[in-house]
């Protein structure tokens, strides 16, 4: 069975945002450095609640920080 | 790399310096079986001393760290620890049966006298290196690969 996958656009939406620095975004969401680093290298699926901050921090839906692909 | 990730690597440094000691003196002195020189026990005792209060030494500088700078370790790092511990549980538990069936093997062919009365304890201290040794390398694999959220 294929596993699911959940991208997300950290990246992207921390350039939108002034150029936001890793260290800022983890700063504000209430994580380290190297959680920003894996989650934007795809190499971490946060849990809901960490979803929630990132999307808060960036004042965007959760959707437009992440996509779900089956 | 994490403060959680930098105790990983002490512990890996800990444990794996501690199997190595035991491999020497294994290779040295034969199996524990026949050890009757004092010196070579006490050898062994005091390795395992070492590397655990090395491991006390450590978690509490951890904790002088967590109460200086709050929070040292987020989710990802509690996820990995928390897979890593349950790797490290069945490899320790994996290792503790096949010393047991030794222990047991050795009692059916040699009789009781083979056996040294220590056998057991060093079957303890095996098995918690192990479980420590394995839940070093598993979290350190585990910081290089995939790793979600409630997943174990």
């Known amino acids: 069975m294929e596993r699911a996958s959940i991208n997300n656009r950290i990246r992207r939406l921390?350039?939108?945002n002034g150029e936001m620095t890793q260290e800022e975004l983890a700063k504000r969401v209430g994580c380290t450095r190297q959680t920003i680093i894996a989650l934007e290298q795809g190499k971490y699926v946060p849990s809901i609640e960490l979803a929630f901050k990132i999307a808060r921090a960036f004042g965007v839906t959760?959707?437009?920080v992440f996509q779900?692909?089956? | 790399m994490t403060i959680s990730q930098k105790t990983a690597w002490v512990q890996l440094g800990i444990f794996g310096a501690l199997v190595i000691g035991w491999a020497a003196l294994f290779i040295v002195?034969?199996?524990v079986?026949?050890?009757q020189d004092e010196s070579v026990k006490m050898t062994f005792y005091w390795l395992s001393a070492a590397a655990f209060a090395a491991?006390?030494?450590m978690n509490i500088a951890t904790s002088i760290l967590k109460s200086r700078y709050g929070a040292i370790a987020d989710e990802r790092d509690k996820a990995i620890f928390r897979r890593a511990s349950l790797w490290a549980t069945g490899t320790s538990?994996?290792?503790v049966v096949a010393l047991l069936l030794v222990l047991a093997i050795t009692y059916m062919n040699k009789g009781a006298e083979a056996i040294s009365v220590y056998f057991p304890l060093f079957i303890v201290l095996i098995g918690g290196a192990t479980l420590l040794l394995t839940q070093a390398v598993a979290a350190l694999i585990m910081y290089g690969r995939k790793v979600e959220h409630g997943e174990s």
Do not use: K, Q
Request: proline letters at 0%; charged letters at 25%.
């Open chain 2, 29 to 31: 002195n034969g199996t």
């Open chain 2, 33 to 35: 079986f026949y050890w």
């Open chain 1, 68 to 70: 779900y692909e089956a």
């Open chain 2, 55 to 57: 491991l006390v030494i």
């Open chain 1, 62 to 64: 959760l959707e437009d």
């Open chain 1, 14 to 16: 921390r350039f939108d």
């Open chain 2, 93 to 95: 538990y994996t290792v």
